[in-house]
């Protein structure tokens, strides 16, 4: 009987991972939609393209050869219904020391706030897990310009993690459930 109770009432947190290899050429912006958001300000880079990449945009790489990163260096939004951000891995695209706050929303209201901060030679996974949230704003300022040619308040990020917020039973669900189990709970004691 504690059996079926606890698989009744289970429920399974599966993380998603976006790596953003799957978007498009470089230098597209990605759609909403993807991954289940609707992204502002976001778009990818392929390491591999011929063009005055700064090192962050290589470096920053974690799966294959695309990443995210804030379009201008811009504000960068992502929302979408109630979700878990798990986490990512960011890199600055040329600036060391480069500083982002990355806020969580829910319905409007911010839950969540921090500050990390960032360099061009290598991904850095940070682990954020702001729970039930409706939108993440990620703002990058600061830092001293290292790479020649280059400059710009840019960050990279990639292997979004995420969960999807699990759906609450209705009560009408959980009363169907408490009478199936009463009714095996009968069943086996007129055995």
């Given at each position: 009987?504690?059996?079926?109770?606890?698989?009744?009432?289970?429920?399974?947190?599966?993380?998603?991972?976006?790596?953003?290899?799957?978007?498009?050429?470089?230098?597209?912006?990605?759609?909403?939609?993807?991954?289940?958001?609707?992204?502002?300000?976001?778009?990818?880079?392929?390491?591999?393209?011929?063009?005055?990449?700064?090192?962050?945009?290589?470096?920053?790489?974690?799966?294959?050869?695309?990443?995210?990163?804030?379009?201008?260096?811009?504000?960068?939004?992502?929302?979408?219904?109630?979700?878990?951000?798990?986490?990512?891995?960011?890199?600055?695209?040329?600036?060391?020391?480069?500083?982002?706050?990355?806020?969580?929303?829910?319905?409007?209201?911010?839950?969540?706030?921090?500050?990390?901060?960032?360099?061009?030679?290598?991904?850095?996974?940070?682990?954020?897990?702001?729970?039930?949230?409706?939108?993440?704003?990620?703002?990058?300022?600061?830092?001293?310009?290292?790479?020649?040619?280059?400059?710009?308040?840019?960050?990279?990020?990639?292997?979004?993690?995420f969960n999807e917020s699990p759906v609450v039973p209705e009560p009408a669900?959980?009363?169907?459930?408490?009478?199936?189990?009463?009714?095996?709970?009968?069943?086996?004691?007129?055995?």
């Amino acid at each position: 009987m504690a059996a079926i109770l606890a698989v009744g009432f289970a429920v399974t947190a599966q993380a998603t991972v976006l790596t953003f290899d799957d978007v498009g050429p470089n230098m597209t912006t990605i759609p909403n939609g993807y991954g289940g958001f609707d992204w502002t300000n976001m778009s990818v880079s392929d390491s591999r393209a011929d063009y005055d990449a700064s090192p962050g945009y290589v470096t920053g790489v974690v799966s294959d050869y695309f990443t995210a990163y804030n379009q201008w260096g811009h504000v960068a939004t992502i929302a979408a219904s109630t979700f878990t951000f798990t986490g990512a891995y960011l890199t600055a695209a040329w600036n060391e020391g480069l500083n982002i706050d990355v806020l969580g929303y829910r319905n409007g209201s911010l839950v969540y706030s921090s500050t990390v901060v960032v360099d061009p030679y290598a991904p850095t996974w940070f682990a954020f897990n702001y729970m039930d949230i409706t939108s993440l704003v990620m703002q990058s300022y600061g830092g001293v310009d290292v790479i020649p040619g280059g400059e710009g308040v840019h960050f990279v990020m990639d292997n979004f993690t995420f969960n999807e917020s699990p759906v609450v039973p209705e009560p009408a669900t959980l009363l169907l459930l408490g009478v199936g189990i009463a009714g095996i709970g009968v069943r086996r004691f007129r055995r």
